[in-house]
C-alpha cells in the first residue's frame, strides 16, 4: 500500500500544469541538451546557404541520373532499328544449308539419274508392207470373203471389180507372156474364153489345192474383171507351189497388159507387174544352211 501512495505522488509531481510554458518547455529543451551531450555530440547549426550547397550536389546526381537513363533507352532503341544482334541469328541457317548441301549432293549421287522419270511407251512403227506381202493380204483376205459368202449362202455375189469393161477379144488372138518367181518360169497364153483356167493340162483346183495359191494365180484377172471373158493356158516349171503360183500370177498380169495397155497403172501400184527377186540363200560350207550353224558343245 505504501508503495502504491508514493508511485501515485511521483506522477502528480511530474505531470506539467495546463497553460504553464515552463512546465512545457523547460523539461524539453533540458532532457534535449542533456541527452546530446551525454552522447558527447556538439550541436550543429545549418546555415541556408549551406542547404542550397547540399542541394545542388543531389539536383545533379540526379540530372546525371536521367543522362544515364536517357543513354541507355537511346542504346537499347538502335538495336531495335538496326538489328545487328540478328546477323548472328541469320549465319546460323547459312551454316546449316551448307551442312545440308554436301548431304543432298550425295544422295543425288546414289540416285541413278532419270529414275523418278515414268516411262514413256513407244509404239513401233509399222513396215511398209512389199508388193508381194501386199498382194498376200489382198488374196487373203479375198478368200477369207469368199468361204464367208460360201457359209451365209450368198455365194454369187463376186468380188468388186475394175470400174471400166474389159476389152472385147476377136476369136483367134492370141496374147502371150511369161512370169517367173523365185526359181519358177511361167509361160502364159490369154484366149478369148468363159474364163477357163489350164495348169501344164489339169485345173486351177487340181494343180493347187490349195484356196489362197488358187486365188493368187488368178488376182490380176480378179481386179481388172477379165476373169470370165478370157481363157488361161499355163505351163509352169520348177521351183515349189508357192512360187509357181507366183510366176502364173506375174505372167497373167504382164499377158493383161498386152490386152489393154490402160490396165497398167493398176497392175502396177498393185504389185503385179514386178518381178519379186527374193530368193532362198545358198547353203554354205561348214553350216547347216545359209546362216544356221551346228550346236556347239563345250564338252
Known amino acids: 500500500m505504501i508503495d502504491d501512495e508514493t508511485q501515485k505522488d511521483e506522477t502528480t509531481e511530474e505531470t506539467p500544469v495546463e497553460g504553464s510554458d515552463e512546465s512545457t518547455a523547460g523539461p524539453v529543451a533540458e532532457d534535449d541538451s542533456s541527452a546530446s551531450q551525454a552522447a558527447g555530440e556538439e550541436p ?53 544449308e551448307k551442312a545440308e548441301k554436301p548431304k543432298a549432293e550425295e544422295k543425288k549421287k546414289d540416285v541413278i539419274p532419270g529414275a523418278d522419270l ?16 501386199q498382194a498376200r493380204k489382198e488374196a487373203e483376205e479375198e478368200e477369207r470373203a469368199k468361204r464367208e459368202a460360201e457359209l451365209v449362202g450368198d455365194a454369187d455375189e463376186e468380188p468388186s471389180a475394175a470400174s471400166r469393161e474389159p476389152a472385147k477379144l476377136e476369136g483367134d488372138a492370141r496374147y502371150l507372156a511369161t512370169g517367173k518367181r523365185k526359181t519358177a518360169i511361167a509361160r502364159v497364153t490369154l484366149l478369148p474364153g468363159s474364163g477357163k483356167v489350164e495348169i501344164n493340162k489339169r485345173a486351177i483346183e487340181e494343180f493347187f489345192p490349195r484356196p489362197l495359191h488358187q486365188t493368187t494365180a488368178v488376182q490380176p484377172l480378179t481386179v481388172t474383171g ?3 471373158s478370157v481363157d488361161v493356158r499355163v505351163r509352169v516349171h520348177g521351183g515349189g507351189i508357192s512360187g509357181q503360183a507366183g510366176a502364173v500370177r506375174h505372167g497373167i498380169a504382164r499377158a493383161l497388159t498386152e490386152v489393154d495397155p490402160e490396165l497398167r497403172g493398176e497392175l502396177k501400184r498393185r504389185g503385179f507387174l514386178t518381178r519379186d527377186s527374193r530368193v532362198k540363200e545358198r547353203k554354205k560350207a561348214g553350216l547347216k544352211k545359209a546362216r544356221k550353224r551346228p550346236q556347239f558343245s563345250k564338252r
Not at 547549426?45 to 539536383?59: D, K, M, Q, R, V
Not at 532499328?81 to 549465319?91: D, H, K, L, Y
Not at 515414268?118 to 506381202?133: K, M
Open 44 to 96: 550543429t547549426s545549418t546555415s541556408p546557404a549551406e542547404e542550397t550547397s547540399e542541394s545542388e550536389p543531389e539536383a545533379v546526381e540526379a540530372e546525371g541520373d536521367t543522362a544515364e537513363e536517357s543513354v541507355v533507352e537511346k542504346a537499347d532503341e538502335v538495336p531495335a532499328a538496326e538489328e545487328p544482334a540478328e546477323a548472328p541469328a541469320a549465319e546460323e541457317p547459312v551454316a546449316e
Open 118 to 133: 515414268e516411262p514413256i511407251a513407244v509404239e513401233p512403227e509399222e513396215r511398209p508392207l512389199s508388193a508381194e506381202e
Open 226 to 228: 477379165y476373169e470370165k
